[in-house]
């Protein structure tokens, strides 16, 4: 009996308790509200005023809207005490989340706004410490800013180093990643490579930086410019050429007395390339080259040997271009060899030189493409082949680009003339005998070979070739190529599938930036080309439309799982735009479809809506997201029916959501599987639902989706 008493006595206690914890959190009281030019503030949108950490949070929010900086920070450190930590998708009550919880972020702001630099600088390291975001990241730079504005402390630019030397180069690449890195005595804020700014949003002491850049044939300035967070600027410019032409090279006829009766002929050729010649091989063997590094004489003796009918031949400029193919050895009846060819082989497809028909006067042998209608998927073509003219060649032009000019290349070789001379007397060389030989070799050019690289910029692209002899005959090939994207020609399983939603917007009258963000995300996203995305014409709208909250305007996470069951997506980004008062806020979250968990996290974050810096937080978006999801190998060391291990992890930074391919003899894709935990070294994954388990086995290849 007395127990009972006793245990009533308890629950009433607990009863009473529980009530004035209500009462003290949730009751209703007399709330200080700031006017600003008449309009009310520190407010929620349900006008109730409580005390948890939740209200508090909007309140604050609220009063940062109309600047009361000092009611938001009194908000702000009530929430803080009801709930501590920084973080998204905090659970608020239920299965209602608000998307973003950050007192200490916005604390730090508010600070920032009353010049209380110390108290802005702390809360924004809490909130970086606890949940990073791209806002916390760019007043925790201006916070810095302000702190060596009025310390003094900064008194040095930045320095710019590299990996490139410091003098010109050459380069057959482009786009050329420049690369390298920023230092500052304190914090390098900015970085920009030819005036397109690096991505970057919290400013350090050491930033590694890489750019690509478009580069034009012939000499570029490329200019590096670097600023610290007191706007002390350094800059760099570096002189780069770009050759995408292998070295030219001449075969001179093979003269009766320089046929051996030991089986074997003297082979005499001329090696012309602006950049430099680097290496020249024949028969596979390194030969000696005198002259000029640009303008190169080769003589070498060459042993016949029965049956072989072309000597195989290479060489490489110091941009990195080759030139390569098989000199032929024609045999006349007499048993004597004919090796009357005049060769300048461009390229990387070893070709052999055949004699040109009598009736030909000009004749194009191609190699590739080998039809005048080709569809390919590469950025890029190499055209392929031979020209041969029996009255010499004038010039060659490419889509009216002038690619060979025996004119000019006369003009070069007498502008070095004087060098040339000076160098063969150093290396003791006859002058006068080899540059009658260079000359005549040079009479008796009429072959040429081709390997021009063609930029597909367009979805089609014609190719115009014009040939011209000394004689003023023409000759003219046309080329139809069409390029078509990457996923027509292989197949969808090699990358992640992700089906990408349109933006929601946060706040009212943001349709028109909520359009342009979306669309230039998504083309962003296909730039990057890490993930095969679902075209938008096959979203579901109308279920779209339906999974908008009448309150926060977000994207029900369970419902952009159906999306992404309905499209065949593995993963759907949504997202959404906010502007404030102080700048336009993007922030997007990778959900998986197979599990309907919230995976990733990212935003970006502008002060302003000027549209670079609009298109540059959304590439940056969509390259957080592309580097969130790295590209690693590795194998199966383990199987239990559907369930793997695999010896990669979160070393690899792999995460679960992601997705391995499973292939037999690393080349055949047979199956796909989830992961599901990660650790240090290894990880597990599941295999899809609808694939068979039965061919896979222990020791198979992997390699991330």
């Known amino acids: 009996m007395h127990g009972s008493n006793r245990m009533k006595s308890i629950f009433a206690c607990l009863l009473l308790l529980s009530l004035w914890i209500c009462l003290v959190s949730c009751a209703k009281v007399e709330q200080r509200i700031c006017i600003k030019d008449g309009r009310p503030y520190c407010i929620t949108s349900d006008r109730i005023y409580v005390v948890n950490w939740d209200a508090c949070y909007r309140r604050g929010v609220n009063c940062m809207e109309g600047e009361c900086w000092d009611d938001a920070i009194e908000e702000f450190q009530q929430a803080i005490e009801r709930r501590s930590k920084d973080q998204r998708h905090a659970r608020a009550y239920g299965m209602h989340f608000r998307e973003e919880y950050f007192p200490h972020r916005e604390l730090g702001i508010c600070y920032y706004h009353l010049d209380n630099i110390p108290e802005a600088m702390r809360e924004l390291e809490v909130s970086m410490q606890q949940t990073p975001s791209a806002r916390a990241k760019y007043y925790l730079n201006q916070v810095r800013r302000s702190h060596l504005l009025s310390t003094g402390e900064d008194v040095t630019s930045p320095v710019i180093r590299l990996d490139f030397p410091e003098e010109a180069f050459w380069t057959n690449q482009t786009p050329l990643k420049i690369r390298g890195v920023v230092q500052d005595d304190h914090y390098v804020a900015a970085i920009s490579v030819n005036q397109t700014p690096f991505f970057m949003e919290l400013a350090e002491p050491s930033i590694p930086f890489s750019l690509?850049?478009?580069?034009?044939?012939?000499?570029?300035?490329?200019?590096?410019?670097?600023?610290?967070?007191?706007?002390?600027?350094?800059?760099?410019?570096?002189?780069?050429?770009?050759d995408?032409?292998?070295?030219?090279?001449?075969?001179?006829?093979?003269?009766?007395?320089?046929?051996?009766?030991?089986?074997?002929?003297?082979?005499?050729?001329?090696?012309?390339?602006k950049s430099g010649i680097l290496s020249v091989r024949i028969n596979q063997k390194e030969v000696p080259r005198f002259g000029l590094e640009q303008i190169c004489l080769i003589e070498e003796v060459i042993p016949l040997t029965p049956g072989v009918r072309t000597i195989p031949f290479w060489t490489q400029d110091r941009a990195g271009n080759t030139t390569k193919g098989e000199i032929s050895l024609l045999q006349?009846?007499?048993?004597?060899?004919?090796?009357?060819?005049?060769?300048?082989?461009?390229?990387?497809?070893?070709?052999?030189?055949?004699?040109?028909?009598?009736?030909?006067?000009?004749?194009?042998?191609?190699?590739?493409?080998?039809?005048?209608?080709?569809?390919?998927?590469?950025?890029?073509?190499?055209?392929?082949?031979?020209?041969?003219?029996?009255?010499?060649?004038?010039?060659?032009?490419?889509?009216?680009?002038?690619?060979?000019?025996?004119?000019?290349?006369?003009?070069?070789i007498q502008k070095n003339m004087q060098n040339l001379v000076h160098?063969?007397?150093?290396?003791?060389?006859?002058?006068?005998?080899?540059?009658?030989?260079?000359?005549?070799?040079?009479?008796?050019?009429?072959?040429?070979?081709?390997?021009?690289?063609?930029?597909?910029?367009?979805?089609?692209?014609?190719?115009?070739?014009?040939?011209?002899?000394?004689?003023?005959?023409?000759?003219?090939?046309?080329?139809?190529?069409?390029?078509?994207p990457r996923e027509e020609v292989f197949k969808?399983?090699?990358?992640?599938?992700?089906?990408?939603?349109?933006?929601?917007?946060?706040?009212?009258?943001?349709?028109?930036?909520?359009?342009?963000?979306s669309n230039k995300l998504l083309e962003s996203f296909v730039n990057h080309g890490r993930f095969?995305?679902?075209?938008?014409?096959?979203?579901?709208?109308?279920?779209?439309?339906?999974?908008?909250?009448?309150?926060?305007?977000?994207?029900?996470?369970?419902?952009?799982?159906?999306?992404?069951?309905?499209?065949?997506?593995?993963?759907?980004?949504?997202?959404?735009?906010q502007?404030?008062?102080?700048?336009?806020?993007?922030?997007?979250?990778?959900?998986?479809?197979?599990?309907?968990?919230?995976?990733?996290?990212?935003?970006?974050?502008?002060?302003?809506?000027?549209i670079g810096n609009i298109n540059?937080?959304?590439?940056?978006?969509?390259m957080k997201f592309r580097d969130a999801f790295p590209i690693c190998t590795g194998a199966i060391i383990g199987k239990n029916g559907k369930r793997l291990r695999i010896n990669s992890g979160s070393e690899k930074n792999i995460f679960p959501g992601m997705i391995f391919n499973i292939f037999k003899d690393e080349q055949e894709l047979i199956a796909k599987a989830n992961i599901r935990e990660t650790w240090d070294g290894y990880s597990e994954a599941e295999v899809s639902k609808d694939e068979n388990t039965g061919d896979i086995e222990v020791d198979y290849r992997v390699r991330t989706r």
């Open 212 to 242: 690509p850049v478009e580069l034009e044939e012939g000499w570029n300035t490329v200019r590096i410019v670097a600023q610290d967070l007191v706007d002390r600027p350094a800059e760099k410019r570096i002189r780069i050429c770009l």
């Open 244 to 273: 995408q032409q292998g070295p030219t090279v001449i075969v001179n006829p093979i003269q009766p007395d320089q046929v051996f009766a030991a089986g074997q002929v003297l082979l005499n050729a001329v090696i012309y390339d």
């Open 332 to 412: 006349e009846s007499r048993n004597k060899p004919d090796l009357s060819m005049r060769l300048a082989c461009k390229g990387d497809m070893p070709g052999v030189l055949a004699m040109i028909p009598e009736e030909e006067i000009i004749s194009f042998d191609m190699t590739y493409p080998s039809e005048e209608d080709l569809t390919t998927y590469y950025p890029e073509i190499f055209l392929e082949g031979r020209i041969g003219t029996r009255n010499g060649i004038k010039r060659i032009t490419l889509n009216d680009e002038q690619i060979f000019d025996a004119a000019d290349l006369q003009d070069v």
């Open 423 to 484: 160098m063969l007397n150093r290396q003791n060389k006859d002058p006068e005998r080899y540059i009658r030989m260079l000359q005549e070799i040079l009479d008796r050019y009429n072959t040429y070979h081709l390997n021009q690289r063609i930029r597909l910029e367009e979805e089609f692209t014609v190719v115009r070739l014009l040939v011209e002899d000394n004689d003023g005959n023409q000759g003219r090939r046309l080329f139809h190529i069409q390029k078509i």
């Open 492 to 517: 969808s399983e090699q990358r992640m599938i992700m089906a990408l939603l349109p933006l929601d917007s946060a706040t009212e009258n943001a349709t028109e930036l909520q359009r342009y963000v």
């Open 532 to 577: 095969n995305l679902v075209e938008r014409d096959k979203l579901p709208w109308i279920l779209i439309e339906k999974t908008i909250q009448a309150g926060g305007k977000i994207y029900k996470d369970d419902v952009a799982q159906q999306i992404g069951e309905i499209v065949s997506a593995e993963g759907v980004i949504c997202g959404y735009i």
């Open 579 to 610: 502007k404030r008062a102080d700048g336009t806020e993007i922030l997007a979250r990778f959900v998986e479809v197979d599990t309907g968990l919230v995976r990733l996290f990212h935003d970006v974050f502008s002060p302003s809506e000027d």
């Open 616 to 622: 540059l937080i959304t590439s940056g978006l969509a």
